[in-house]
């Protein structure tokens, strides 16, 4: 009861620090100025419709890199804490028919729909991210209908290295090519607003989708394989 | 858009109170993405520009004007990142409670004192 009382008096004292924080800030008005130079000049430079886009992928393309980074060191300690081995159970109940038919005629539409996120991540709402969890999500259902399915292990490490390669790869050829690091502009930028539009970006966003499809199915594989 | 950060700082808020008092081990991760949308749904907030649209450039919207009619992208690109590294966190978290688990055969935090003072 005491310590419950404690934890009251803490939470209390910290709406009391942030009320400072909602009651002094006023609403923004104007873009600041970073944002107002990339909102000025990002779709001419980049030539991505998504202006988000072109500030995760290439204007923050270093902070993106450090982000699918954290995700795999994640996915490795994932790895290294359930390393020991793991003994499938004996019995499982078997999926229904349901879900069975349902995820047949469901996983190649979610597949294709991750698969169209990620490509129109420079176009419209989405991206990398976005499309690998749903791709993921599609793989977690297959796992669910059919339970002697388990995702083979070399070939995740595999997508998900060579897309990890992939995505260095392309950063330094726009260090090369063009004017930095991630810079997207040694691809043409073709027309504002079509797909292939936005030089590296969608190949980027891509290599990002896939990766971060992999790493997902590989952590939710390890933890579905879990059972004593 | 003040509304929305307050109801941000209110689930953090939430949060926090969960993760004080609760003692079972999932509610205590379930706190922490609380707080983690809370956290969210300050930064989009702090970026929201009163009648203004989404940084997404389409037939309605050119780049020209852009300056005067989109909210801030930047917050936006923020919690896209912090979206995903909070999935990677949650994630560690729960195989770190399958280990502990293992130990102890146990969920609730109380059954865990090495590290108490």
Do not use: C
Not at chain 1, 50 to 56: E, F, G, K, Q
Not at chain 2, 6 to 17: A, V
Not at chain 2, 75 to 97: E, F, K, N
């Amino acid at each position: 009861m005491i310590k419950r009382f404690f934890s009251l008096i803490f939470v209390v004292l910290l709406a009391l620090v942030f009320l400072p924080l909602v009651t002094e800030i006023k609403p923004l008005s104007e873009l600041g100025m970073t944002s107002a130079k990339y909102a000025e000049d990002g779709a001419a430079e980049l030539g991505a419709a998504n202006l988000v886009t072109s500030v995760v992928v290439t204007y923050r393309g270093l902070d993106t890199l450090g982000e699918v980074t954290v995700l795999f060191i994640t996915t490795a300690g994932i790895g290294f804490m359930l390393r020991r081995k793991t003994i499938l159970p004996e019995k499982k109940r078997r999926a229904s028919e349901i879900l069975k038919s349902g995820t047949s005629f469901l996983l190649p539409l979610i597949i294709l729909f991750g698969v169209y996120i990620f490509v129109h991540g420079h176009l419209t709402p989405g991206g990398g991210f976005q499309g690998g969890v749903v791709i993921a999500s599609a793989i977690v259902l297959l796992m669910l209908s059919d339970i002697n399915m388990h995702p083979d292990h070399n070939i995740l490490n595999w997508l998900e290295s060579l897309s990890g390669a992939f995505y260095v790869i392309m950063g330094i050829l726009g260090l090369i090519l063009a004017g930095g690091f991630l810079d997207n502009r040694f691809l043409p930028l073709g027309e504002f607003g079509k797909i292939f539009s936005a030089g590296a970006i969608p190949v980027i966003y891509s290599l990002i989708g896939l990766k971060v499809g992999a790493e997902l199915v590989g952590i939710l594989n390890k933890l579905g394989r879990e059972d004593k | 858009m003040t509304i929305i950060t307050i109801l941000g700082f209110l689930l953090i808020i939430i949060g926090l109170w969960g993760m004080l008092t609760r003692k079972h081990l999932f509610r205590i991760i379930l706190g922490f993405s609380i707080i983690d949308t809370g956290i969210h749904l300050v930064i989009v907030s702090l970026g929201y520009i009163k009648g203004r649209t989404a940084p997404i450039f389409d037939a309605d919207l050119s780049p020209i004007d852009a300056i005067n009619r989109i909210v801030d992208p930047i917050p936006s690109a923020l919690v896209l990142t912090a979206i995903v590294i909070g999935l990677a966190v949650t994630a560690l978290m729960l195989v770190y409670v399958i280990q502990m688990h293992r130990h102890k055969g146990s969920l609730e935090i109380s059954d865990y004192e090495e590290l108490k003072w």
